[in-house]
């Protein structure tokens, strides 16, 4: 049987080669089901749902994500995108947080700073990633 950490590698080689995001939330649904404490697949999944416009999906996987790391940067702008899409306030304290992080790890910064441009590249008009990375980078 497939770990959970080899479905994980699968599913994100998988998404780096281009495949639809929708195909492969159920691979990361089974992940977080199987390895509930895996914030990497939380984040994962929270992003998947951000691309096929599901923000309310995308804000409850953010929020397990950023429970259990408070301390990842893109578990907070996927969170904060999330709760631009659906109108809830509060965000500007998960922006702020995910740009105290960035700010001391150059590694994060350009994780970071890639994820916005794949975002961007497969969903252009993207307008609540645009905004969450003018307040990152720009604010």
């Known amino acids: 049987m497939t770990t959970p950490e080899e479905l994980f590698k699968e599913g994100f080689e998988r998404y780096q080669a281009g495949e639809d995001p929708e ?4 691979v990361f649904k089974e ?8 914030s990497n697949a939380w984040t994962s999944l929270a992003w998947l749902y951000l691309l096929t416009d599901k923000p309310k ?3 409850n996987a953010a929020k397990s994500a950023v429970k259990l790391n408070p301390h990842d940067p893109q578990a907070r702008v996927n969170l904060a995108t999330a709760m631009l899409d659906l109108g809830k306030s509060g965000v500007r304290s998960h922006v702020e ?5 960035v700010l001391v ?8 700073t890639k994820n ?6 497969r969903k252009p008009d993207w307008k ?12």
Not at 116 to 121: A, Q, R, S
């Open 23 to 26: 195909t492969l939330i159920p």
């Open 31 to 38: 992940i977080c089901n199987r390895a509930p404490k895996n």
């Open 57 to 59: 999906l995308a804000y």
């Open 97 to 101: 947080l995910a740009a105290q992080l």
């Open 105 to 112: 790890d150059t590694d994060w910064q350009q994780e970071i």
């Open 116 to 121: 916005f441009e794949d975002g961007l590249t």
């Open 128 to 139: 609540s990633l645009i905004k969450v990375k003018q307040w990152l980078f720009e604010g």
